[in-house]
């Protein structure tokens, strides 16, 4: 089914921000590659050889954060058996911003307005933290080893692991999210990208969080805005560029943000 009327690109929020590792990030390659007796490696970019997150994982974690603070049951499955949630109808897609923000499957059977609104790129390690990494002395090219052991409930026995994590103190960035806006509920949906972030920040990224792994905060965070106008080649309202120092700064002042949006796009009622 085509999607609905709201094809209309008024601009793109664009955000972009340093991710702090507080605390030892993994976020898994799986087991293709691995390193020999590494029982949990980090995945890593083939050309640096460095580690780095994902966007698909930490736009995954923002998914998922906002559906279980929304309230939403899961009711479909990806690969390897993840569980979350889809609207199942055009009164659901409209009930809560889901659907408009993360995407819905093609094989839907009702019209969306427009395509997914948010983008989130890969994030690498910044050339600061890369360069001392490489200085330090880790157990592995810019990553630390974290022995762990599970606990054989029958016997007692410990059954020893091994986590390659990046370690607390790097930096990676900066993260990229680009946002859609199709109409004027986009402009009010984008609380819900901040929220996300938060939501992160009182979770974790990655695996192994519930053990204390993957606590991360996003600093000097920028927000930049290309307009329907800009596009085109022509001279449109002028935006400036806003600087938040971290997550609870961009909230305390997302309604002077998205006023100034607004008018920069000339946004409809």
């Keep these: 089914m085509p999607d609905g009327t709201a094809s209309t690109l008024y601009g793109r929020i664009i955000v972009r921000a340093v991710v702090q590792v507080e605390t030892g990030l993994h976020v ?10 590494l029982d949990f490696p980090v995945i890593r970019d083939p050309l640096s050889g460095q580690p780095y997150l994902p966007g698909s994982s930490l736009r995954g974690k923002m998914r998922a954060e906002t559906e279980r603070v929304l309230g939403l049951t899961p009711n479909s499955a990806g690969r390897g058996g993840v569980q979350f949630y889809v609207p199942s109808s055009r009164e659901e897609y409209e009930s809560n911003p889901i659907g408009r923000l993360f995407g819905v499957p ?35 090219p810019f990553t630390e080893v974290k022995a762990e052991a599970s606990i054989d409930r029958v016997t ?8 390659e994590r990046l370690p607390a103190g790097a930096r990676l960035g900066p993260a990229e999210m680009i946002y859609s806006i199709f109409s004027p509920r986009d402009l009010a949906d984008f609380a819900w990208v901040a929220r996300g972030l938060q939501l992160v920040e009182d979770d974790y990224v990655g695996g192994h969080g519930s053990r204390g792994s993957g ?19 022509e001279t449109g309202a002028t935006f400036e560029k806003r600087r938040y120092a971290d997550v609870p700064a961009l909230l305390a002042n997302l309604d002077e943000l998205t006023g100034a949006i607004r008018s920069a796009l000339a946004l409809p009622a």
């Excluded at 898994?28 to 007796?37: E, H, K, L, P, V």
């Excluded at 410990?158 to 986590?163: G, K, M, Y």
């Design 215 to 233: 606590k991360v905060r996003f600093v000097e965070i920028d927000v930049d805005l290309r307009s329907r106008a800009g596009y085109r080649g």
């Design 106 to 140: 093609g094989a839907r059977a009702f019209a969306v307005d427009g395509s997914a609104r948010l983008v989130v790129r890969d994030a690498f390690l910044t050339p600061e933290s890369a360069a001392a990494l490489k200085r330090a002395r880790t157990e592995l």
């Design 156 to 163: 007692a026995e410990a059954v020893p692991r091994q986590i």
């Design 28 to 37: 898994g390659a799986g087991t293709t590659g691995a390193i020999t007796g």
